[in-house]
């Protein structure tokens, strides 16, 4: 999915929402553990849900992985599902020498159809740019991420700022905003209008809504762009809104709660 | 394996040599294409021909990733096949928010049954310290790589050191000696010294000899400690050392003359 047709789709949903697909079979209803693949069949359900709701998905890989060769299988089936429909990305924060990420788009991008992977910036260009060769794919880099070990090196100061601000800056220079897009945790509400200085025009994923405690509303108003330029995820909340026989229908319904409000956000901050 | 064990197998093969599998379709003998999983016979070949030489063998999961599930079966199968006899480390280059590291190290110390797992620090303390739950499992924290784009970010410098000071100090607050080692590049030669004055005790995981062009008695003389604290790894110049009938012969060679000039350095510099 190229940026025009997500922005389009955006607009015509009034919805920057991405639904995480954490799936975990320690948190999803009990009836699920009697089908062959309760993960995929979970996932199915919620997708079925959520789709008006949301316009991207992202499943973590690493819940898919915990369960070896048999978890992959039920990540390649759920990317399947999702289809072309929604805008797919693969929550797998990889990132290694050229010849290696080369390896991972090709995983990522051509075994599998997902639209964008989430990588790790630490080992510089060569690991980051193979993800470009792949059109209308996208890299999603960690810039400033939502969990307490971000305070640990990404705020690393010299004289020209923060870590974070140096991937942002230097990164921005290898991709641009039709292909990268940055991660930046709900939880650092106070860095988004910095940030927007930085790259006006990138879209941003923002994780830390909900469950780990951001703020949607003052996320939104520091974030958007004249594009809306965010895709704010929420997983525990909605995924496991019900632990019942109404799961899904738990799921649809806080997800359309979340739209709500994202439509109230665009009407009152872009016009 | 633990690091009593590791140590005593490095001084009876006299051999800190570890055989890295970056198993490409594109590279293997054209004959074992008609096989019904060529990876794993590739790798079965390789590692009958190299056991005797080499104390670990370092897997690069985004080669069998490439491939999707099929892939990661191939993945699963080498690491059984190596079994015991031989410290595995799962090259992966992994690392997220504490719930899901601890996915990730699920599927590599418990469904997969590797020693280490390489780790990128980028998010900090909480994606890290999930893989220490495992006993007698170990990270590999990347500290200095040896790709150009180690200059990105990794030699970013604060008041405090570089970057990959400020790694390597802080997470030898999360870990010890017996459960975490760092990667260096075998192409920054010039750092080892200082290294090894912020970690006397720990292993370092050197990629980087070979085809990318370190050199394996400069690194050897500068990172060895009184515990050897080196397993070198080379990939491309020990498995595609024939693309012929030969390949596992040919390997076998390449892996004895590195072990040679290894045993050769430890009885140089080690007493």
Redesign the interface.
């Known amino acids: 999915m190229d940026r025009q047709q997500l922005i389009a789709e955006i607009r015509r949903k009034k919805s920057y929402l991405c639904v995480g697909l ?1 799936t975990d079979l320690e948190k999803i209803p009990a009836h699920l553990l009697h089908e062959p693949d309760p993960i995929f069949s979970f996932n199915k359900a919620i997708i079925d849900a959520t789709r008006p709701f949301c316009v991207a998905y992202k499943p ?1 890989v ?2 898919y ?9 039920s ?2 089936k759920t990317i399947a599902y999702i289809g072309q429909s929604h805008f797919i990305i693969a ?1 797998a ?9 080369a ?2 788009a ?2 990522f991008f051509s ?2 159809q997902a639209d964008a992977i989430t990588v ?9 740019t193979p993800f470009f060769s792949y059109p209308n794919k996208w890299v999603i880099l ?1 810039a400033l ?10 705020l ?3 004289g020209d700022g923060a ?1 974070y601000e ?2 942002i800056r ?1 990164a921005a220079t290898w991709g641009n905003p039709e292909n990268l897009m940055y991660v930046v945790g709900a939880t650092h509400p106070e860095y988004f209008a910095a940030i927007r200085k930085l790259i006006p025009d990138h879209f941003l994923l923002v994780p830390g809504v909900g469950a780990q405690g951001g703020d949607l509303s003052a996320v939104s108003q520091h974030g958007f762009n004249k594009d809306i330029g965010l895709l704010i995820n929420s997983t525990r909340d909605i995924i496991y809104a019900s632990k019942g026989l109404d799961f899904a229908e738990a799921a649809a319904i806080k997800a359309k709660q979340v739209q709500e409000e994202m439509a109230e956000l665009m009407g009152k901050y872009i016009d």
Do not use: C
């Open positions: 954490d973590n690493a819940f992985e915990a369960y070896g060769s048999r978890g992959w299988e990540l390649e929550d924060k990889r990132g290694d020498i050229g010849n290696t990420s390896r991972y090709q995983a075994t599998m790790a910036p630490y080992m510089g260009e060569d690991s980051v960690l991420t939502s969990n307490k070990g971000s305070q640990d090196f990404q690393i100061e010299d870590l140096h991937v230097k």
